[in-house]
């Protein structure tokens, strides 16, 4: 067996970790309102979340084919497989240590900020495709925005429908519809954050030669949604504190609005086939529900420091990466 060959095995197994590690980091955004207002049980909740996630990753694949080909073209990238293990080493380096911190940091930010910086350092500035790194920057920008305005707009929708309702039988059948929001959610969360596992992987198949389309190959797909679908199985339970409690104090109607608003802004990205931060999406959905509901509310201390995360995420991983890579460099 051959070096190239090993060295492709070696970023798949690397790029299975990664999505492993992003379903444990990211399940506490699909399940944390649920989990919060005892709609589910922690178990129950992740189970649930670990089946839906696993679901909706072997449903669609045009977020991996933008990954595969957005970013760089894999077919023409020097050093292709040295460029997609050093971002994969910073990505999964920035992933631990804002999961150890319990930060909602973004797997997204931090994948395509480290390919970029990965890519820069191999070839320089005129090797990143600037079109389809901005189409994806501005999906990773516009998505928590439009994220907040729908729930706000979605909770004050269901505050003049239901203003003159009971407020613990209200409260009671939402905490049933959580139930269904969470998992409606966990699928859409499926349905993005996997295919930028397999974006990776068909990209290092092509670097390595072994593959040459964009085209996802089916046990591509089979393979992150299983290790996607175990990460989810363990369960973030630093990040389900923040994302659940820390932000605002959820009630089943907040929590309904927002799953129901961040499940509809993730699948509406990943049916145009681009990549958005879940983190992003579903924490600026609870940010839009509790300023409906009550400004004074929010913790926007808390929502202050998530957003610098959000912020510096994608350069630090760009920078980390191309540190990785000339660190490598020098051995291979």
Same mark, same amino acid.
């Given at each position: *067996?051959?070096?190239?060959? @090993?060295?492709?095995? +070696?970023?798949?197994?690397?790029?299975?970790?990664?999505?492993?590690?992003?379903?444990?980091?990211?399940?506490?955004? !699909?399940?944390?309102?649920?989990?919060?207002?005892?709609?589910?049980?922690?178990?129950?909740?992740?189970? +649930?979340?670990?089946?839906?996630?696993?679901?909706?990753?072997?449903? &669609?694949?045009?977020?991996?084919?933008?990954?595969?080909?957005?970013?760089?073209?894999?077919?023409?990238?020097?050093?292709?497989? +040295?460029?997609?293990?050093?971002?994969?080493?910073?990505?999964?380096? /920035?992933?631990?240590?804002?999961?150890?911190?319990?930060?909602?940091?973004?797997?997204?930010?931090?994948?395509?900020?480290?390919?970029?910086?990965?890519?820069?350092?191999?070839?320089? &500035?005129?090797?990143?495709?600037?079109?389809?790194?901005?189409?994806?920057?501005?999906? +990773?920008?516009?998505?928590?925005?439009?994220?907040?305005?729908?729930?706000?707009?979605?909770?004050?929708?269901?505050?003049?429908?239901?203003?003159?309702?009971? @407020?613990?039988?209200?409260?009671?059948?939402?905490? *049933?519809?959580?139930?269904?929001?969470?998992?409606?959610?966990?699928?859409?969360?499926?349905?993005?954050?996997?295919?930028?596992?397999?974006?990776?992987?068909?990209?290092?198949?092509?670097?390595?030669?072994?593959?040459?389309?964009?085209?996802?190959? &089916?046990?591509?797909?089979?393979?992150?949604?299983?290790?996607?679908?175990?990460?989810?199985?363990?369960?973030? /339970?630093?990040?389900?504190?923040?994302?659940?409690?820390?932000?605002?104090?959820?009630?089943?109607?907040?929590?309904?609005?927002?799953?129901?608003?961040? !499940?509809?802004?993730?699948?509406?990205?990943?049916?145009?086939?681009?990549?958005?931060?879940?983190?992003?999406?579903?924490?600026?959905?609870?940010?839009?529900?509790?300023?409906?509901?009550?400004?004074?509310?929010?913790?926007?201390?808390? !929502?202050?420091?998530? @957003?610098?995360?959000?912020?510096?995420?994608?350069?630090?991983?760009?920078? @980390?990466?191309?540190?990785?890579?000339?660190?490598?460099?020098?051995?291979?």
């Amino acid at each position: *067996m051959d070096g190239l060959f @090993l060295t492709v095995i +070696l970023i798949v197994l690397f790029a299975l970790v990664f999505d492993f590690i992003n379903g444990f980091h990211d399940t506490a955004n !699909a399940i944390a309102t649920s989990v919060s207002t005892k709609a589910l049980t922690p178990r129950r909740a992740i189970t +649930l979340a670990a089946v839906m996630n696993f679901i909706g990753a072997l449903t &669609f694949t045009g977020v991996a084919k933008t990954i595969t080909s957005g970013i760089a073209d894999p077919f023409k990238l020097d050093h292709g497989l +040295l460029v997609i293990m050093a971002a994969l080493i910073a990505g999964i380096t /920035w992933n631990l240590i804002t999961w150890y911190y319990g930060i909602p940091s973004s797997s997204s930010h931090a994948i395509i900020g480290a390919i970029t910086g990965a890519v820069i350092a191999s070839a320089g &500035f005129s090797a990143v495709h600037y079109s389809g790194f901005l189409k994806i920057l501005e999906a +990773l920008i516009l998505s928590p925005i439009i994220a907040f305005a729908v729930g706000f707009i979605v909770y004050a929708i269901i505050k003049v429908i239901f203003k003159n309702q009971n @407020l613990a039988k209200t409260n009671k059948r939402f905490r *049933m519809m959580q139930v269904l929001t969470a998992a409606v959610q966990s699928y859409s969360h499926g349905t993005n954050d996997a295919q930028k596992s397999m974006g990776i992987i068909t990209m290092a198949l092509i670097a390595g030669g072994v593959h040459t389309s964009t085209e996802v190959p &089916f046990w591509v797909q089979l393979a992150c949604a299983t290790a996607m679908a175990l990460g989810t199985s363990i369960g973030g /339970w630093r990040i389900i504190k923040t994302v659940g409690g820390k932000i605002m104090k959820i009630r089943p109607v907040n929590g309904v609005a927002a799953d129901l608003t961040g !499940a509809a802004v993730i699948f509406g990205a990943t049916l145009i086939h681009l990549p958005v931060s879940t983190t992003h999406v579903i924490s600026s959905a609870i940010l839009g529900v509790g300023s409906s509901h009550r400004v004074k509310g929010v913790n926007w201390g808390v !929502a202050k420091r998530m @957003l610098v995360t959000w912020v510096i995420t994608l350069p630090i991983s760009a920078l @980390l990466a191309a540190i990785v890579y000339y660190i490598l460099s020098l051995f291979f």
